[in-house]
């Protein structure tokens, strides 16, 4: 039986999770990659007695010892979210019961992990990380929440409004998928949002767009420009081959503000989107489990050994 010291929690489809794996590899470091859209071709068995996990993959068993594991490195949702399609029984419980699953691994609990679904969880909530960002001295939209309009709506002034989670939705065979999107004030107090609350924002503009890359203290930032100009509204509606990235480095006192959020957030990784407003850096959100892997490729920046790093050096070494 193979015993497993770094952990991998992806899916089959995840280039991140990819990059990770050869680093691994290139390193000699023994690990083990489950993907949650493969798990009913697992032999899968958690022993409470003896306090460990056995997979068989592909036919080689794998022991899972939280004595011996020694970082787990999660690229996995929290929770499945389940709006659109309707779903058969058989989907219904497989979701619900594997998601529970993929929670219950914190038994391992003497790992490092990266990031940890606890942590995960918490800091996916935008109400919650806005509120830790403020707190931390960062810059943030003047913002409100609900299904309702705050009394002092400009009839001619433009505003941001964003889905307080992930909305993703199926229309006719067709997966639909939300962005930030700008409206005018008269559009707003002639909608009705009774329906769902939603993110109201200033409507930052012009502003240059930042993905910083945050992985345990050390940052990767970029901007992020369309044929070298600043881009209007959400950056993620542009097709990715027409937007071009560069490294910059951020003032002192934004590093410092932006390594206390993830503190207070206990993250160790964060796909961290600011917005820089003449000379005043604005903090957007942060994603706990957000992509990297394209600027591996783009800007050639060293994420996937940098998070290696941390997964076996902050461990014990075998």
Not at 231 to 238: A, F, L
């Amino acid at each position: 039986m193979n015993n497993v010291n770094h952990l991998i929690v992806s899916s089959t489809l995840d280039y991140s999770s990819d990059l990770i794996c050869a680093e691994l590899e290139k390193r000699k470091f023994k690990y083990l990659r489950i993907n949650r859209d493969l798990f009913q071709t697992y032999n899968i068995i958690y022993s409470l007695q003896d306090d460990i996990y056995k997979f068989e993959v592909d036919g080689t068993l794998y022991s899972l010892n939280p004595k011996l594991i020694k970082s787990i490195y999660y690229r996995a949702p929290v929770f499945l979210r389940t709006t659109g399609k309707a779903r058969s029984i058989d989907e219904q419980l497989k979701r619900s019961q594997w998601s529970s699953f993929l929670r219950n691994l914190i038994v391992l609990d003497k790992a490092i992990w990266m990031n940890h679904p606890v942590a995960t969880y918490r800091a996916e909530n935008k109400i919650y990380q806005l509120k830790i960002a403020k707190e931390c001295g960062l810059n943030v939209p003047e913002t409100y929440i609900g299904n309702s309009l705050p009394n002092n709506i400009d009839p001619d002034k433009s505003y941001l409004i964003k889905s307080l989670d992930t909305a993703l939705f199926y229309k006719d065979g067709k997966e639909m998928f939300t962005y930030s999107t700008m409206v005018k004030g008269k559009e707003l107090l002639a909608a009705k949002i009774e329906l769902a609350p939603i993110i109201l924002q200033e409507y930052l503009s012009p502003k240059l767009d930042l993905r910083v890359t945050f992985v345990d203290g050390c940052f990767f930032p970029v901007t992020i420009t369309k044929q070298g100009k600043v881009i209007e509204g959400d950056w993620r509606k542009s097709n990715k081959n027409n937007l071009f990235y560069t490294p910059i480095k951020l003032p002192r006192l934004v590093e410092k503000q932006l390594i206390l959020l993830m503190k207070q957030l206990n993250l160790t990784f964060g796909g961290i989107d600011l917005a820089l407003v003449g000379n005043k850096f604005y903090f957007i959100e942060v994603n706990p489990t957000g992509e990297w892997g394209w600027l591996t490729s783009c800007v050639k920046l060293p994420i996937d050994k940098a998070i290696v790093n941390t997964l076996v050096d902050r461990g014990l070494y075998e």
